[in-house]
């Protein structure tokens, strides 16, 4: 293929890229996997001659998605990278490179979403207290710590949106916490008495010891007084946890999937879970309606005739 064509395609990736990351306010790793899926579109048709993005034809992004196929890629990377393809396409006809949106009418097979093991109530409630006990002996990171677990599991926010708060952020006379979801999107998220009453010891008693200069008005600091690191979260939900015995090895992300999967046990609908999350589609929320079989089984014993 010639230099002329490796760069039309290298130039359109690139306002691609910029198209995701400024004017979509997408996350780092989000664009990064985009326009690699992208990338692998675009190494795929220039094999097949197609020397510019214009040229881009529906038969070129299935055969894409096949040679993918098979090469043994995941159901779930292969819905993922014909998602990547479509949006492509659709940006490259609205920005006006080509004249037609070649994968508009292209249908891949959705991923099977699992959900990964929840913390039990029963397991969470031992979590949270073995975090507060430490809290003696851990000083100013057992508070931040502990304030972190409560947070997490009362708000089921993301991980880079609990690093993201402020300290304006928490609105304890409400019962609220403001968060920046993806695409900068704002909610705000009920929270716990626990987890404000942890909040503020740590903003009172602990968060002094690590402030410095760098800290701003981050709600969560890390040991040299900056913005917490998501990598240090982790490590302490996994730290957390790990003091349970039956208590599952899971990260931060695990813990939104508890909030939510108890939250529906506990009797909440569907769209206020979907809102809780943040999450802009119902059909997204809908993943953890098959965790909650247990009250579904208890709802039909008590309402079905036949039962």
Same mark, same amino acid.
């Given at each position: 293929?010639?230099?002329?064509?490796?760069?039309?395609?290298?130039?359109?990736?690139?306002?691609?890229?910029?198209?995701?990351?400024?004017?979509?306010?997408?996350?780092?790793?989000?664009?990064?996997?985009?326009?690699?899926? /992208?990338?692998?579109? *675009?190494?795929? *048709?220039?094999?097949?001659?197609?020397? #510019? $993005?214009?040229?881009?034809?529906?038969?070129?992004?299935?055969?894409?998605?096949?040679?993918?196929?098979?090469?043994?890629?995941?159901?779930?990377?292969?819905?993922?990278?014909?998602? =990547?393809?479509?949006?492509?396409?659709? @940006?490259?006809?609205?920005?006006? &490179?080509?004249?037609?949106?070649?994968?508009? =009418?292209?249908?891949?097979?959705? +991923?099977?979403?699992?959900? $990964?093991?929840?913390?039990?109530?029963?397991?969470? &409630?031992?979590?949270?207290?073995?975090?507060?006990?430490?809290?003696?002996?851990?000083?100013?990171?057992?508070?931040?710590?502990?304030?972190?677990?409560?947070?997490?599991?009362?708000? +089921? /926010?993301?991980?880079?949106?609990?690093?993201?708060?402020?300290?304006?952020?928490?609105?304890?006379?409400? +019962?609220?916490?403001?968060?920046?979801?993806?695409?900068?999107? #704002?909610?705000?998220?009920?929270?716990?008495? $626990?987890?404000?009453? *942890?909040?503020?010891? @740590?903003?009172?008693?602990?968060?002094? #010891?690590?402030?410095?200069? %760098?800290?701003?008005?981050?709600?969560?600091?890390?040991?040299?007084?900056? &913005?917490?690191? $998501?990598?240090?979260?982790?490590?302490?939900?996994?730290?957390?946890?790990?003091?349970?015995?039956?208590?599952?090895?899971?990260?931060?992300?695990?813990? &939104?999937?508890?909030?939510?999967?108890?939250?529906?046990?506990?009797? %909440?609908?569907?769209?206020?879970?979907? #809102?809780?999350?943040?999450?802009?589609?119902?059909?997204?929320?809908?993943?953890?309606?098959?965790?909650?079989?247990?009250?579904?089984?208890?709802?039909?014993?008590?309402?079905?005739?036949?039962?």
């Amino acid at each position: 293929m010639s230099d002329a064509a490796d760069l039309a395609w290298d130039r359109a990736i690139e306002d691609y890229r910029r198209h995701l990351a400024v004017e979509r306010d997408l996350s780092e790793h989000t664009v990064r996997g985009y326009a690699a899926d /992208v990338r692998g579109l *675009a190494d795929h *048709a220039e094999r097949m001659g197609v020397r #510019e $993005p214009s040229a881009l034809s529906l038969q070129v992004v299935r055969s894409y998605l096949a040679a993918q196929r098979s090469l043994g890629r995941a159901r779930s990377t292969l819905a993922r990278r014909g998602a =990547s393809a479509r949006d492509f396409t659709a @940006w490259l006809q609205r920005t006006g &490179r080509s004249e037609q949106d070649a994968a508009a =009418s292209l249908v891949t097979p959705s +991923g099977r979403r699992e959900l $990964p093991s929840v913390v039990s109530a029963a397991d969470m &409630r031992a979590v949270l207290d073995a975090a507060a006990e430490r809290v003696e002996t851990d000083s100013a990171t057992g508070l931040r710590d502990l304030a972190i677990m409560e947070t997490l599991y009362a708000t +089921g /926010v993301r991980v880079s949106e609990l690093a993201g708060l402020d300290l304006g952020d928490v609105d304890r006379a409400r +019962g609220v916490v403001r968060v920046f979801g993806k695409g900068r999107k #704002e909610r705000s998220v009920p929270c716990g008495r $626990p987890a404000l009453e *942890a909040i503020e010891r @740590w903003v009172a008693s602990g968060r002094p #010891e690590f402030a410095t200069e %760098a800290s701003g008005r981050a709600l969560f600091l890390g040991a040299r007084g900056g &913005r917490i690191d $998501p990598r240090v979260v982790r490590e302490v939900v996994h730290r957390r946890l790990a003091a349970v015995d039956s208590a599952p090895d899971l990260g931060p992300h695990g813990l &939104r999937h508890t909030a939510a999967t108890h939250l529906l046990d506990g009797g %909440a609908d569907l769209r206020s879970v979907q #809102e809780f999350l943040g999450h802009a589609s119902i059909g997204t929320t809908q993943i953890y309606t098959h965790v909650s079989d247990d009250r579904l089984r208890a709802a039909f014993r008590q309402a079905h005739p036949r039962a």
